[in-house]
């Protein structure tokens, strides 16, 4: 059974400063997605994850996939209050046919 | 208009009633995806469906049910609602040739449903 720890599950930080939030899953996988929820609203995609060593970034937000540590990683620099919500990773399983999700991580950037 | 609907938003109903949501799509997605989600468990799947005749059990199916009436519906129900299924319920929605190109699931705004 695919299991997806996320740390930190909350996080509070000042704006303009640079933190990490990490996503660990316990079987193979070469497949990562990150989702990002406001409160009361859907999942929005951020980033799809596709091979080992892959890195994508948009605005103050980078993520990578290391699947020989089973490991992602979503980078924030110089955080701003618009990235306030809960951050998500899911993982496909192997067979690509479904996703388990991590607890998510809350993200409250403070002025 | 929205890719994937889903209705009602909101329903607040009692214990033993029986409960049906419902999840349309327009995108032409072959698959389908029920999901809960409670606060600090993420979300969890309940059922899938890849075609109008595949249906399969997610990891908490148990105390539902579904139905997939066409490539574009999918709906969730809870024959006897008991109150540890309050939760905010999402549909979802991927295209097996997308997906195998890394295209994510799409989400629908989700149904809050509470048992009282």
């Known amino acids: 059974e695919l299991k997806v720890e996320q740390n930190p599950l909350f996080l509070s930080m000042q704006e303009g400063k640079n933190y990490t939030i990490y996503c660990n899953y316990s079987?193979?996988?070469?497949?990562l997605y990150w989702y990002r929820q406001d409160p009361g609203k859907s999942l929005e995609s951020l980033f799809v994850?596709?091979?080992?060593?892959a890195v994508k970034q948009e605005g103050r937000l980078m993520a990578s996939l290391d699947t020989k540590a089973r490991l992602s990683t979503l980078h924030i620099t110089a955080a701003v209050h618009d990235l306030s919500a809960t951050y998500f990773c899911?993982?496909?399983?192997?067979?690509?046919?479904?996703?388990?999700f991590g607890e998510g991580t809350q993200l409250t950037v403070n002025p | 208009d929205a890719d994937v609907t889903q209705t009602p938003r909101n329903r607040i109903t009692k214990t033993g009633k029986r409960i049906m949501l419902e999840c349309s799509q327009t995108?032409?997605?072959?698959?389908m995806y029920w999901y809960r989600q409670d606060p600090g468990l993420g979300l969890r799947l309940i059922y899938y469906?890849?075609?109008?005749?595949?249906?399969n059990k997610g990891e908490i199916s148990d105390g539902y049910s579904v139905s997939r009436q066409a490539q574009a519906k999918f709906s969730l129900s809870l024959e006897s609602a008991i109150p540890n299924q309050t939760a905010l319920y999402f549909c979802?929605?991927?295209?097996?040739?997308?997906?195998?190109?890394?295209?994510?699931?799409?989400f629908g705004d989700g149904t809050r449903l509470s048992i009282l």
């Open positions: 469906s890849f075609d109008v005749k595949d249906i």
């Open positions: 994850l596709l091979s080992n060593g």
């Open positions: 899911a993982v496909d399983s192997p067979s690509g046919s479904r996703l388990t």
């Open positions: 995108k032409g997605h072959d698959r």
């Open positions: 079987t193979t996988s070469d497949r």
């Open positions: 979802a929605t991927s295209d097996l040739k997308g997906q195998g190109k890394g295209q994510p699931q799409h």
